[in-house]
């Protein structure tokens, strides 16, 4: 036991609940089957830390205390509503032979396992993408419901409503605590990613309010894309979204000025991005190419939207400035992603690495072509790329008008400014 005192507990207790938050509520999980009811428990076992620690000391593995006190009132739940003894029994005997003093790595493997089966079950397509990523932040992440409200800018009754509608969705469809078969595993998977890129990009570029970035979203995304690669070692597409996360993230100290202010890609001081990250996302875009990861048969899978996705971020960050930056291939790699995945988004991108590659014209010539998707009616970005390819053009009226439009669609307050900035540099209209 590591004995605190009673005034920093609580902050070691908060920082052990971020870390073993998800752990704990999927070892209980494992046992009641239902999501909910383990959170509520996983709550009892950090009400039962906050009265024990202060006096007893923080013990060695934190995660196995809770783990251990959890899983036992889990036991003490099941006892109450089921009347088998060798239900009851039979569970008694899993608990004892699995939680040891020392939390020994077969214990640490089933945690692990159920983990993987929590992820699923919190980011299971029956749930709204909205109201995954905030189940997911919750059980799986460890945030409070007034932190969830805080980083997607909505109160705490909201992410609460939102959270308890969730649950009673799953439970109502009876989604079993469980890793999907193969069958299923790859449209599940596709909701996962899709979980964790939401919450990367809701922190990396805000879609409403006064802040660019929130850091805390881009945080919890990067923890939980790392664990994933921990849990599913396998899966080319999980090492890519890691991939594209890890290079995406190590721009953020230089995507904003002293007071906040957007900073584009290529007026970035390159010097502040975080060559950690970088390295770390090279390394897992590796992985994800790697001949093993989801070969079958010894042929490897073709890349998949987020290795693609990885793969055009490493463009960026190896290039030292952005006159070195290959945007030949950049253009190739967007064409391959339309292929895989048809988006007038990653079309409008594709216009943008053209222009780089070939010039303004050309891009302007496929920006132009998007005009009528109804899909981006009200993408403030497209209006941006052609005020942006406009401008470059020499043609500063047209410009104007285009930078002044995407500010009345941007939701976000500092993105809005800098739209009308642009749209004040190409001259008075």
Not at 55 to 65: I, K, L
Not at 231 to 252: C, F, K, N, T, W
Not at 377 to 395: N, T
């Amino acid at each position: 036991m590591v004995r605190v005192g009673e005034t920093e507990v609580r902050r070691t207790i908060e920082a052990v609940w971020r870390l073993e938050a998800g752990r704990v509520v999927a070892g209980i999980a494992a046992i009641v089957r239902d999501v909910g009811q383990a959170e509520e428990l996983a709550q009892d076992a950090l009400v039962a830390a906050l009265e024990s620690w202060p006096c007893e000391g923080v013990p060695a593995n934190p995660g196995a205390w809770l783990t251990t006190v959890g899983k036992r009132r889990a036991i003490d739940a099941v006892r109450r509503r089921q009347t088998g003894e060798r239900v009851v029994a039979a569970l008694g005997r899993d608990l004892d032979e699995q939680v040891t003093p020392d939390f020994d790595a077969a214990l640490e493997d089933r945690i692990e396992d159920d983990l993987l089966r929590l992820i699923f079950v919190a980011c299971h397509p029956v749930l709204s993408p909205i109201a995954r990523a905030a189940l997911t932040l919750r059980l799986v992440g460890g945030l409070t419901t007034g932190e969830i409200a805080r980083a997607f800018l909505t109160t705490e009754s909201t992410v609460g409503q939102r959270i308890t509608r969730a649950k009673a969705a799953l439970a109502a469809a009876r989604v079993p605590f469980e890793v999907p078969g193969p069958a299923e595993r790859a449209e599940r998977l596709d909701s996962v990613l899709e979980v964790v890129y939401l919450i990367f990009n809701e922190g990396y570029a805000a879609t409403a309010g006064d802040d660019w970035m929130r850091p805390t979203l881009v945080q919890e995304a990067l923890r939980l894309a790392r664990q994933l690669e921990g849990l599913m070692p396998d899966e080319p597409e999980v090492h890519g979204l890691a991939a594209l996360l890890e290079i995406q993230a190590s721009r953020i100290h230089a995507r904003t000025g002293p007071d906040g202010e957007p900073i584009l890609l290529n007026d970035q001081d390159r010097t502040r991005w975080d060559q950690l990250l970088i390295r770390r996302g090279l390394a897992a875009l590796d992985r994800a190419r790697s001949p093993a990861a989801g070969a079958a048969d010894g042929v490897p899978e073709e890349p998949g939207p987020y290795t693609i996705q990885a793969e055009i971020a490493a463009c960026h960050a190896r290039a030292r400035t952005p006159e070195e930056t290959d945007w030949a291939r950049m253009a190739t790699l967007y064409a391959d992603l339309a292929r895989l995945v048809p988006s007038p988004v990653v079309e409008l991108n594709r216009a943008v690495a053209v222009a780089q590659a070939d010039g303004p014209a050309a891009g302007l010539e496929v920006a132009r072509a998007l005009a009528d998707e109804p899909a981006l009616a009200q993408y403030h970005l497209l209006p941006s790329v052609l005020g942006d390819l406009l401008a470059r053009l020499g043609r500063h009226d047209e410009a104007r008008r285009e930078f002044e439009r995407a500010a009345s669609l941007a939701g976000n307050a500092r993105e809005r400014a800098l739209l009308l900035d642009r749209a004040a540099a190409c001259g008075p209209g």
